[in-house]
Structures are given as C-alpha cells and as structure tokens.
C-alpha cells in the first residue's frame, strides 16, 4: 500500500521516533495519521488534479466553494437544476472572480465566486465548478510535522500494545502512546496545530 497523499514520508516518521520503522506498519501508520487530520481540520491539504464538482445557487452574486487553490472552468447554470449551462469567463465585466482578495499573497485557498454581471440561479447542484480542490498545492510544514508526530504515537501503540509507555491515548479511531513525556509535549503541539487548521462553517 502506497501513502496517500505527500504529508509525511517514512524518513521522517524514522527520524522522529528514532528507529528503522518497518512495513506495512509504517506506511499504515502515516496513511491512519493523514486521515485523523483531514477528519480533525475538514481539510484536505495536497490539492487535487482538476475536477468539476456541483454547487446550489442561491440566488445572490457570490457562492461559496469547497476550498480550492485554481480554478479553470465556471459553468452557471441557466435553470434550477442545471440542465444547461454558460460558461462564464474570469474578470471583465461579465466574468467572475475569486475571493477570498489576495488569497495568494495571503496564503490561502479559494472558498467563493463572485459573478460582476450575473446572479447564481436558486437551484439545486446547477452551477458546476472545476478546480484544483484542497487547502494547497503543498502539505503545510507544521500540518506535515504534525502528521509525523500523530504517525509516530499510531506506531508506538501498534508495535507495543501500550506496553512500556508513560500512556496511551485514543485519538478518532485510533490510539498513540510515546515512551517519554517528551512525546507526548511534541504530540499536544500537534494537536494545537490542527486546532488552529479547523474549518469552521457559519
């Protein structure tokens, strides 16, 4: 089984629990930690390849999107459910354009679409987006420190049972344990860390 997606990587689950980890168990590990931040954040943090994916209209200028980082293709729809569309350009006076502003140089992912010439239809699934979906082109440095310290507590736990460890706790599905209180410091950083990534819908 191969990991997922680019978070972390077997060399830095070795180098953070100091030993040759061993297979699957490792790759198991990294695959259960990347699934616990994407369920902990509602974020998934390597964009995707170019997908289209359906939205409702909500009868105002702007919609909201599933976080993307690029978007290549805008299709409103013409009617409630979208049986035909048009295709709607980027800029200009009858394009759309993305927000949030500055999103690039700030360093975060497209989440609506503002149309300048034309409403979203009041619908159901009748706008169809293509984008790049995720948080970002590349893993964040601390998201990714902080999936190799979960990874690590996952593998603790599956190589000792719990054994031999200052303790073990559960965490989603899963449980960590680290052999020092160390371990456990490193791991409540990471909890933070995903804390502060947590999408909150309003």
């Not at 409702?56 to 299709?75: A, F, P, Q, Y």
Request: charged share 20%.
């Amino acid at each position: 089984m191969a990991i997922k997606k680019d978070y972390t990587t077997k060399v830095k689950l070795d180098a953070f629990l100091g030993i040759t980890t061993v297979e699957p168990k490792a790759t198991d590990s990294i695959n259960a930690a990347i699934d616990l931040v994407d369920k902990t954040t509602g974020r998934n943090f390597v964009a995707e390849t170019a997908s289209a994916r359906k939205f409702s209209g909500n009868g105002g200028l702007t919609i909201r999107i599933d976080e993307c980082i690029e978007v290549t293709l805008v299709k409103r729809g013409n009617d409630n459910y979208g049986d035909t569309y048009t295709t709607i350009s980027a800029g200009g006076t009858a394009g759309y354009y993305l927000l949030p502003e500055n999103y690039v140089q700030r360093v975060i992912p497209i989440d609506h679409i503002h149309l300048r010439a034309y409403h979203w239809i009041k619908g159901f699934q009748n706008n169809q987006i293509t984008a790049k979906w995720g948080y970002s082109e590349v893993c964040p440095d601390d998201v990714s420190w902080a999936t190799t310290i979960i990874a690590g507590g996952i593998y603790n736990y599956s190589s000792s049972g719990g054994a031999g460890v200052v303790k073990s706790e559960k965490i989603g599905n899963y449980s960590v344990s680290f052999q020092d209180e160390s371990g456990w410091d490193e791991y409540n950083k990471a909890l933070t860390i995903l804390n502060n990534y947590k999408k909150w819908s309003l």
